[in-house]
């Protein structure tokens, strides 16, 4: 199956209602969830869209939709569990949406006059590493001693594959396309490509 991402702002394309549609007809296995951090570069959704709902995209086409706390891990587990085993058992398309939050700007160039410093800092009270933190240590699953020990083991990690990626030779160009499938008898495709 196929999990397809795209923003609040590339909701709003037109493209995305062909590809839901024939998603739909096509009982494509895919997975499509658009995270909505409420900004599209430093336009708000509020600015471009008649109502803020963005899961309701899907019942036009009869989709199963449904919105998604995603600043909460245990939320978004769960109802992407439930998505992806409908596509793997033949059952369609599903479109999520996925509430969230964007602490930093779009890019390097963005002064985010758009929005107050209050705003993102209640944001980070709900940040869902926190929030996983929280029930680590509560639920006492691990210590704060154990915790730090898995920190600095990826921050290492981090760093060892920074390293390498800078000092490695550029790849050749004849792996551009080492990731890219071709096209294959899928199982849950019921239409023929
Ligand atoms: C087809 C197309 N139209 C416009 C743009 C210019 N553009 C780049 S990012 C962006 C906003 C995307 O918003 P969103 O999907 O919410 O992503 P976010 O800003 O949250 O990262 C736009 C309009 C583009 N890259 N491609
Ligand atoms: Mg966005």
Known sequence: M???FLGDGAARQ???HE???LAMLWELPVVFVVENNGYA????VARTASHEEIWKLGLGYDMPCEPCD???PVAVAKTMDKAIKLARTGGGPSFIEM???RYRGHSMSDAQHYRTKDEVEEYRKIDPITQVKEVILSKKYATQKELDVVDKAVKDRVAECEKFAESSPYPDLSLMYDAV???EDYPFIKHKL
């Not at 570069?41 to 708000?44: A, D, E």
């Open 19 to 21: 590809t839901l549609n």
């Open 99 to 101: 509430k969230t939050y």
């Open 14 to 16: 037109g493209s995305l």
């Open 2 to 4: 196929t999990l397809c």
């Open 41 to 44: 570069m430093g336009t708000s």
């Open 181 to 183: 499938y071709e096209q």
């Open 70 to 72: 995603g600043m909460n």
